[in-house]
């Protein structure tokens, strides 16, 4: 009988085992597809893609919400690699025909089914709309460099934001959030007009909608920024928001400092 247990408890990690193997293997696939655009896959090497979604311990099975996805960057790699056995929702404005940017993601999943004929579309408009998935029914929601955007709408009302995604995940499931560092000597105005946030203050205030923060990585770091630019992280690559002027400078810097938080739903 214990040679039985023994060898059924190989047989399982064994099994483990090969099915991470499996899910390293298809997320690299998925990173090297040649369905997404050189320019970016260009900017592997400062987002971290593998390493960052390694870390969030994001599997093909999973169903997956991504938070204002944008041009879909983030899409191009987490549609395939959840495509066969996992779901991938898509929540944002862009498949509001009336809102900036129109239906530009949309357009983009028609254009290439074999990608992304599988993925969700829904609706994540904070303040005021969350018709992201039901409640209890998602693995993991990923937000990359959004946070920042969301707390010009007020203290309460970005607390209220991580409630409504605390809602949709399933007890333990993990909220994945990166976003611009701002140094803690440095003052962060209610705004956050810089695009640079506070890791201290987003931990507290995300633990305060029902999370508990994890781990934490410095996958993303970049030692470089000192965050204090002209025009906010924005005059940084990839936007360079003042074109010519010191050019080089800000291209040796290179991308932002980020905070890389992993959270749990208690």
Not at 87 to 106: D, H, S, T, W
Not at 115 to 123: E, L, R, T
Not at 222 to 240: F, I, R, S
């Amino acid at each position: 009988m214990k040679r039985l247990i023994l060898a059924a408890m190989l047989a399982t990690g064994l099994a483990g085992a090969a099915g991470t193997a499996l899910a390293d293997d298809a997320l690299k696939a998925a990173i090297a597809g040649e369905h997404r655009s050189a320019a970016n896959k260009a900017r592997d090497a400062a987002r971290h893609p593998y390493e960052t979604l390694t870390f969030f311990g994001i599997k093909p099975n999973m169903t997956v919400v991504e938070l204002a996805p944008g041009g879909g960057w983030y899409t191009e790699i987490l549609a395939p690699y959840l495509r066969q056995n996992g779901k991938l929702i898509a929540a944002g404005q862009a498949f509001v025909p009336e809102k900036r940017g129109g239906m530009a993601l949309k357009q983009k999943f028609e254009a290439t089914p074999a990608v992304y004929d599988k993925v969700v579309p829904a609706v994540f408009e904070p303040p005021a709309t969350y018709q992201i998935a039901a409640p209890n029914s998602v693995d993991m929601v990923l937000t990359f460099r959004n946070l920042h955007n969301w707390v010009g709408n007020g203290e309460e009302a970005l607390k209220n934001t991580f409630k409504e995604i605390h809602k949709v995940l399933k007890p333990g499931g993990v909220l994945g959030v990166v976003d611009h560092r701002l140094p803690a000597s440095m003052t962060q105005d209610a705004k956050a007009s810089s695009g640079y946030v506070h890791e201290a203050w987003v931990i507290k205030t995300i633990e305060g909608a029902g999370f508990k923060l994890a781990a934490k990585s410095e996958i993303n770091a970049n030692p470089k920024d000192t965050a204090n630019h002209e025009k906010g992280v924005w005059t940084l690559p990839p936007v360079l928001s003042n074109k010519d002027k010191d050019r080089e400078k800000y291209m040796a810097i290179g991308e932002s400092d980020r905070m890389t938080l992993k959270f749990v739903k208690q």
